[in-house]
């Protein structure tokens, strides 16, 4: 409810307990969430109201209700905003469950005047000069887009008489509340006090992952850090919840969203009536309609900035076991405040070995037929066993990766790169950029045709000025060039990694090499 401005002079309220009898779950005794994701989510898509992806998170809440014998109504407030009423469960009722709504009615201005149409309310009118007030009786008769009220049998337009006004209610209409609510309607066999678990998915709530690899001293092991990302960009806030994240792309049902419902907004319309007189009329006329009211629960995600980062790194987020998934067990129940970035410490992981890959790929689309190519800078790869005998053994989320390189005492960026989830016993490759003293040369030096069959003759000059030897990577991408396309003869040995041709080679400290070989395809 506005405490200020045009809605907020205009409307008080006053609460009072509606009259029908039902049973009210104000809030959960505890809850617990887990949080899913749609594959590789960027953190910094996070921090971003515009594009934040939507999210889902399982909410399971467990409260304790009294119940009536027979047929009762519960209403559980406090239900995350962004629920998804269609997913919900209850389990420990002594009884049946009847039906199942979700009361989408949130307190607001506009709707407070719709549900009280036809209802008494008192106006109160304050005279600038004096500061007095007068209350009257007024009937409401229609709003909430331009609000008539009768008064003394005659009708007068809310807002247009030129005095400060305000409505006062009695009692909140039925079926309105000031939090997401869910009811059920059960039948028991006897009353008495119940311990229920009430679960349910929910949109708003998302998380990434993030590593930092810290190259140590020896050029040879990095310590590997990462971090989970959690944000809530909904209202709810989720207080002292245990929590987990899982890791794997989960298959969702493209109905799991929350009902939509379009927010009754509240504007003050005025025109001429007889017998009214309202000398200010004209100007109130011209001014523009009030804002409409704050977003309802059915809006998925909240359109608030981020209000707070916080960050806790005691201890390591547990890793479990879920079916063909992995779940990441927060180490400490925790609070997710609404509109809140939380980042906890995953992984961390000290000397890992690692080697250091130079590469190129041969792009056969961009080669031109008898012509020398140009120079090119070979790419960066740090190469990681994801196995626990050398030093790693977990999987790894999907999400970004900066890389650190010692430099005269300091660490500096070496670059940056994002990974896809990387499963236990499979290399996880970090591409750093561009080395400046590995250069590459593809060049086509004949092309043509045996038995309706397109063939090319490849040679790749491959040049290390650097002063270590390294190891070199190159690979041949046909790209849907032609089908049936194959190696016919090459100068070095090759095997296939990823579908593609690829060469491993040793170069010696200011070594060049040329790497000769045949490709076919069938013409087309």
Aim: aromatic share 4%; net charge negative; hydrophobic share 40%.
């Amino acid at each position: 409810m506005p405490s200020r401005g045009i809605l907020g002079a205009a409307l008080a309220l006053v609460l009072v307990q509606p009259a029908r009898a039902q049973t009210v779950s104000p809030a959960p005794d505890a809850v617990s969430i887990t949080v899913y994701r749609d594959g590789r989510v960027d953190t910094a898509d996070l921090y971003d109201p515009d594009s934040a992806p939507e999210g889902l998170v399982l909410v399971t809440e467990t409260r304790t209700i009294d119940l009536p014998a027979g047929r009762a109504r519960i209403s559980f407030r406090g239900v995350a905003e962004g629920i998804v009423p269609q997913t919900a469960a209850i389990e420990g009722l002594p009884g049946e469950m009847v039906e199942r709504n979700q009361d989408y009615d949130l307190l607001s201005p506009g709707a407070l005047i719709a549900k009280s149409i036809g209802k008494t309310v008192r106006l109160v009118r304050t005279d600038r000069a004096t500061g007095e007030t007068v209350e009257q009786r007024a009937i409401v008769r229609s709003g909430p887009d331009g609000v008539m009220l009768e008064i003394d049998g005659e009708l007068e337009a809310l807002r247009c008489s030129g005095l400060p006004e305000r409505l006062v209610f009695d009692e909140a209409p039925e079926g309105l509340t000031d939090k997401p609510t869910l009811s059920l309607v059960t039948r028991s066999p006897e009353a008495g006090r119940y311990k229920v678990r009430l679960t349910y998915l929910a949109v708003g709530v998302n998380w990434s992952a993030d590593y930092v690899a810290r190259i140590r001293p020896d050029g040879r092991t990095l310590d590997l850090t990462g971090w989970i990302t959690l944000a809530n960009r909904g209202n709810t806030t989720f207080t002292n919840a245990p929590t987990q994240v899982l890791a794997g792309r989960v298959q969702r049902d493209d109905d799991t969203r929350p009902t939509e419902v379009e927010a009754i907004a509240l504007a003050a319309r005025c025109w001429p009536l007889p017998g009214n007189g309202f000398a200010r009329l004209p100007l109130l006329m011209d001014a523009p309609p009030p804002p409409p009211p704050p977003p309802r629960m059915a809006t998925p995600v909240a359109e608030a900035r981020v209000e707070d980062i916080v960050v806790t790194g005691s201890r390591i987020a547990r890793q479990e076991e879920l079916g063909d998934y992995k779940l990441y067990v927060l180490p400490d129940p925790t609070t997710v405040a609404a509109n809140q970035t939380k980042q906890v410490l995953m992984l961390h992981e000290a000397a890992v070995p690692f080697e250091r890959v130079y590469g190129f790929r041969v792009q056969q689309d961009e080669l031109d037929d008898g012509a020398a190519g140009d120079d090119h800078p070979a790419s960066v790869l740090l190469r990681l066993q994801n196995r626990k005998e050398r030093g790693l053994g977990k999987l790894l989320p999907a999400g970004a990766v900066s890389v650190m390189e010692p430099d005269g005492g300091r660490l500096v960026l070496a670059g940056e790169d994002t990974i896809e989830d990387a499963p236990v016993g499979l290399p996880v490759e970090i591409e750093m950029g561009e080395a400046m003293d590995v250069a590459v040369r593809p060049t086509v030096v004949r092309a043509w045709t045996v038995r309706k069959k397109q063939r090319g003759a490849i040679e790749v000059a491959i040049a290390n000025d650097k002063t270590v030897p390294i190891r070199f990577e190159l690979a041949h991408d046909s790209g849907g060039w032609r089908r049936g396309f194959r190696i016919v003869s090459s100068s070095d040995r090759y095997a296939e990694v990823k579908g593609r041709p690829t060469w491993s080679l040793t170069l010696a400290p200011g070594e060049r090499r040329l790497v000769r070989y045949t490709i076919e395809a069938e013409d087309e």
